[in-house]
C-alpha cells in the first residue's frame, strides 16, 4: 500500500471510530417547554391548583413562582417508579401524575416558575412573631435550626436545593410539617425535613407556618 493510500485508510479509520463514539453518547433531554406546561396544567391540574398556580384553597398549594427543580421533584415522587411505591405517597396526586412524562412533568414545572405569585397572608401578629424568632433564630435548647439557613431571609429558597415557601397558605404548610413530623412523609433528602420537625412542638409548627404565609 503506497503512502498516500495508507493516510487515507487512517482517516476512515479515525473518522469510523469517532462516529461510534459519538453514537454512544446519550441524548440530551429536550429543554422544558412551557408553552407545554401551561396546557397540561390546563387539562390536569387547573382544578385544584388554579391556571396560574395560584390555588385558591389553603388545602392545595399556591405552585406559582416555585422552584422548577423543586416542582419536578415531587411530581416524580408521587408516581411510582419501578414497581416501587412512591417516594411521597398521595392518592389525589397519584392519580394526577400517573399519565405524565417526565418531559411533561418538567414542562409544568417551567410553567409554573414562570407565574406571578399571588401571596397568601398571616392573620395573627402575635403568632407571626413567635414564628419570625424560630424562622429566622432557631431555637438551640431544642436543637431546631433556623428556617433561613436553608429556604433564605425571604423564604424565596435556593435553586435545586429548597423550595420557595414565602406567601403559601399557613394551613398547608402546617400541614407539611406534621406529615414530615410524624414520618408519613418522607422524601426529605437526607431526613432533613423530619429531623427538623420532630423537634417542633405544635405550637412551633403553627407559628412558623404563619409567618411564612406573611413573609415577602
Known sequence: MDRALAKRASAWLVAVAL???????????????????????????????????????????????????????????FKPQGGKKAERENAVMGGMVASLSDADM??????????????????????????????????SAKGIPACSGCHGPDGSGMPSQYPRIAGQYAEYIEAQLKLF???????????MMRGVA?????????????????LR
Open 19 to 77: 462516529a461510534g463514539l459519538a453514537g454512544a453518547v446519550p441524548a440530551q433531554a429536550p429543554k422544558p417547554d412551557a408553552a407545554k406546561g401551561q396546557t397540561i396544567a390546563g387539562q390536569v391540574c387547573m382544578a385544584c391548583h388554579a391556571s396560574d398556580g395560584n390555588s385558591v384553597a389553603p388545602a392545595n398549594p399556591k405552585l406559582a413562582g416555585q422552584i422548577p427543580e423543586y416542582v419536578h421533584k415531587q411530581l416524580a415522587n
Open 181 to 191: 413530623k410524624s414520618g408519613e412523609r418522607a422524601n426529605d433528602p437526607n431526613r
Open 198 to 214: 420532630e423537634r417542633m412542638s405544635e405550637k412551633d409548627i403553627k407559628a412558623v407556618a404563619e409567618y411564612v404565609a406573611g
Open 106 to 139: 418538567r414542562n409544568l414545572a417551567v410553567y409554573y416558575a414562570g407565574q406571578k405569585l399571588k401571596p397568601a397572608a398571616a392573620r395573627s401578629r402575635d403568632l407571626a412573631a413567635a414564628g419570625q424568632k424560630l424562622y429566622r433564630g432557631g431555637n
